[in-house]
Nanobody
Framework: QVLLVESGGGLVQAGASLRLSCQAS????????MGWFRQGPGKEREFVAA????????YYADSVKGRFTISRDNAKNTVYLQMNSLKPEDTAVYYC????????????????WGQGTQVTVSS
């Protein structure tokens, strides 16, 4: 069982930056690949970024590539999503997820989820 708690969301203006954090429970954090997803109003949950258990591999959606950076600190059981140059279309609830399989982009494939944190970007 992995418990995930996100934090760091908020209301910002377009062009600003935010860093989301996701704290995981358990002693086997490095065994899990971690992903960030988001769900905007009336939209399906979509992949944002993922990182392998070691942190050596990362993956991004085209819509955030070059603006967002995923990273992890296995000593702190935490994964981060640094979001720069935010746009109004980035407005969504952001979720972190965990799975033992690396490189997953489909939300249905992840086993564990946090409760989400709201990010709102005003124009």
């Amino acid at each position: 069982q992995v418990l995930l708690v996100e934090s760091g969301g908020g209301l910002v203006q377009a062009g600003a930056s935010l860093r989301l954090s996701c704290q995981a429970s358990g002693r086997t954090f490095s065994s899990y690949a971690m992903g960030w997803f988001r769900q905007g109003p009336g939209k399906e949950r979509e992949f944002v970024a993922a990182v392998s258990g070691s942190g050596g591999s990362s993956y991004y959606a085209d819509s955030v590539k070059g603006r967002f950076t995923i990273s992890r600190d296995n000593a702190k059981n935490t994964v981060y999503l640094q979001m720069n140059s935010l746009k109004p279309e980035d407005t969504a609830v952001y979720y972190c997820a965990a799975d033992r399989v690396d490189g997953l982009r489909a939300y249905r494939e992840y086993d564990y989820w946090g409760q989400g944190t709201q990010v709102t970007v005003s124009s």
